[in-house]
């Protein structure tokens, strides 16, 4: 049986109309003033101050902790003034959950959201509905940058979001400020179709104009579609792909870009937040939603970083008052770009995202490496259809792989030589073949680091 698909008209629409003329005027804000620092940063201050004099008289956390620092919300000056608060680490939001919350908000104005918890507990946190339906005015203003002409005529147009996770629901709703377009949410793990066939002849049929997903279900359409369907007589030809969720590889990239036959733009999002950063047209970093976001590169005793260095993404997120993040550490590496970008956007740049910092494996010198050079040659096998590298202990790592056949002696030779040389020689490495390697509903970590 095919999942039910739900029409969440009524409820959706609603709460979208409610938040239609905010959205609206964010839209204008951003394709306005993006090539205007002087406007970017006066917007922001003036929204920082906002926010933080909000937490302050509503959040018991903040009242506290600006009390103990001898902050005071209205004598912000710059944004460096922040630096006079302490980081807020994921622990705190965990211990401090109750206290967090602005006692202002109303249970209609909010929905819970929450991490994957994948290397611990899940941190647990509080979205605003603007928090939640800023998803889709960020893909607005990526698709007018990407050129993209929604169809001029209400309800035409088809946007979908795929979701390898069961417990999503497959539904349709409305969406006032997309020009009445319809948003479908698709459930693609195949396992839950009748048979893959119907999935593909399901997406096909809606022929929706973009598609966002994370790079794994992306891939895995791209499949079963070459697998089931070579002639393409249901061919999904959406104008516009995003990819969110964990990071989208350069090979990736041009597999997808070429059996799909539109521009993918790679999207830097939380749970916790929303939307953090995008690329434009240029594909050179990542723009910061600087009107609504404030981040900080920091080293690991939380100092300040000099542009170019790498460092945890801090982020200040200046859309959601019911639940105040405020020098949050995200556990994400990255660096600031200080070149101005060939797409004359003035908004500021992240590059050379590196991932989560529990993505990045521990070497023998205890220095921490980013993983991806393992991708090229797992990539070389054609039959690993799905894989896991955990590092489990200091100099031990688990490679978990879904493949029709276990690998030959010299195959497994081959990764052995390629995680020594990056990691160190001490190494040692358990091949684990697994079908699948991920649980239903676990969301996919290519690279875990558990210590
Ligand atoms: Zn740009």
């Not at 609206?24 to 306005?32: G, Q, R, S």
């Not at 611990?120 to 893909?139: C, N, R, T």
């Not at 009107?291 to 300040?304: A, K, N, P």
Request: glycine fraction near 4%; hydrophobic fraction near 40%.
């Amino acid at each position: 049986m095919r999942p039910v698909l739900t029409q969440k008209v009524d409820a959706e629409y609603l709460k979208a109309l409610r938040f239609f003329k905010a959205e609206f005027a964010e839209l204008k804000l951003n394709l306005t003033g993006h090539t205007n620092r002087k406007m970017i940063e006066s917007v922001q201050l003036e929204r920082l101050k906002k926010l933080l004099c909000q937490a302050e008289q509503f959040s018991p956390f903040y009242y506290e902790r600006f009390k103990k620092a001898g902050f005071r919300p209205t004598q912000l000056q710059s944004l460096a003034d922040l630096q006079a608060l302490p980081l807020l680490s994921k622990k705190e939001c965990i211990q401090n959950h109750a206290e967090l919350f602005s006692v202002k908000a109303r249970p209609d104005d909010y929905i819970y959201s929450a991490t994957s918890g994948s290397t611990g507990e899940p941190v647990k946190v509080v979205l605003d509905y603007f928090s939640l339906y800023y998803y889709y005015i960020a893909a607005r203003i990526n698709q007018v940058q990407a050129g993209l002409k929604l169809h001029w005529i209400p309800f035409k147009t088809q946007h979908m979001y795929l979701s390898a996770l069961p417990g999503v629901p497959t539904y349709s709703a409305l969406m006032p400020y997309f020009n009445f377009s319809r948003m479908y949410k698709c459930v693609n793990d195949p396992a839950l179709w009748p048979d893959p066939f119907e999935l593909i002849k399901f997406i096909s049929s809606r022929q929706p104009q973009t598609l966002a997903s994370d790079p794994v279900a992306l891939k895995s359409l791209m499949k079963l579609s070459q697998a089931h369907d070579a002639a393409r007589r249901y061919a999904i030809r959406p104008k516009w792909i995003q990819s969110t969720s964990t990071r989208l590889e350069p090979q990736d990239r041009a597999e997808l870009q070429a059996f799909f036959g539109c521009p993918i733009t790679d999207w830097y999002s939380l749970a916790e937040t929303g939307p953090i950063a995008s690329e434009c047209n240029v594909h050179e970093g990542y723009h910061l939603e600087e009107f609504l976001t404030v981040v900080e590169i920091v080293d690991e005793q939380g100092r300040t970083l000099a542009p170019g260095a790498v460092g945890e993404i801090v982020i200040t997120n200046l859309r959601n008052h019911v639940f105040p993040l405020i020098r949050y550490r995200s556990g994400d590496l990255g660096a600031w770009e200080t070149e101005p970008c060939r797409c004359g956007s003035k908004l500021k740049r992240l590059i050379r995202l590196a991932g989560r910092i529990h993505q990045c494996f521990i070497d023998q010198h205890g220095q921490r490496q980013e993983p991806y050079v393992i991708y090229n040659l797992i990539r070389g096998f054609n039959l690993i259809e799905q894989f896991q590298v955990v590092q489990d202990q200091p100099r031990h790592i688990t490679f978990k792989y879904d493949a029709p056949r276990s690998l030959s002696e010299a195959e497994q030779n081959a990764v052995t030589v390629l995680i020594k040389d990056t990691l160190g020689a001490t190494f040692t490495i358990d091949y684990m073949r697994l079908r699948p390697v991920y649980s239903p509903g676990q969301k996919p970590q290519p690279y875990l680091c558990l210590l």
